[in-house]
């Protein structure tokens, strides 16, 4: 297979992630109360679309804007946060439509055994779009939607519970950050050194919301054996700060 090849299926498979997460949402769901940590759903669709066009079209293959408005709706830089709510977006329809557009043209490029630059950018647009995906779920939650519709992953067997129990890490001497000779980077990898850390244990899987609720019901805030000294320490400032934030944990 290609290199492009691959950064082809990437492509495909960020937008179809993108489309999985925002399905099932129209109207005012698309809008949403105004708050400091999520955008718009219905504007984050279409600035993953013009990011997109923004850095491999325009940027490294210098083709022209695929609407003449596109940054004046969607880009994250001059648009402030809290006027995100305001504009007059194009409806859902033409915002997928614009979507698939940008998707197309990216796929054609790739065909044309595009320049390193081009790749490039393609590559940090996966990203970015996987990225939004993450944002995609939060804000769902957030705001109390419906999970959306995902497939049903078929390496899950029936029942299996989350992976339980901590793993030892030896600890030692590893290189952190990015290779130079890596094809991408992000800038804020740059570069590889030397870090050493001691030994220590993690658990082998992410907690679970499940688990973290049933750590909450049994006073798992209030129970100083489950916390290290600089835990405890945050824990105590924290609830001085904001009382109201660990009523529930206090038994309130």
Do not use: C
């Amino acid at each position: 297979m290609r290199s492009t090849d691959l950064l082809a299926a990437w492509v495909r498979d960020a937008r179809r992630r993108t489309l999985e997460m925002v399905a099932g949402l129209s109207g005012p769901a698309l809008v949403g109360p105004r708050l400091g940590i999520v955008n718009p759903v219905g504007w984050e669709i279409g600035h993953v679309a013009w990011f997109q066009e923004r850095w491999v079209l325009r940027h490294a293959a210098g083709q022209a804007p695929a609407r003449p408005d596109a940054d004046l709706l969607w880009d994250s830089i001059a648009v402030p946060h809290d006027a995100r709510w305001d504009l007059a977006l194009p409806s859902l329809e033409a915002t997928l439509a614009y979507m698939a557009g940008v998707e197309a043209r990216v796929l054609r490029a790739l065909e044309e055994e595009p320049d390193p630059r081009t790749r490039y950018f393609t590559e940090y647009t996966v990203y970015h779009e996987d990225m939004h995906d993450e944002a995609f779920a939060y804000t769902r939650q957030t705001l109390g939607y419906s999970a959306p519709p995902l497939p049903r992953d078929p390496t899950l067997a029936d029942g299996q519970g989350p992976w339980t129990g901590d793993v030892e890490v030896a600890g030692g001497t590893f290189a952190l950050g990015a290779e130079e000779t890596e094809p991408f980077v992000f800038d804020n990898e740059k570069w590889a050194h030397a870090v050493t850390i001691p030994p220590f244990h993690i658990a082998r899987a992410p907690v679970t919301a499940g688990e973290y609720a049933a750590f909450v019901d049994d006073g798992g805030y209030t129970r100083r054996a489950h916390w290290s000294d600089a835990g405890w320490a945050w824990r105590e400032k924290m609830g001085a700060e904001h009382p109201l934030h660990w009523r529930r944990a206090d038994g309130g």
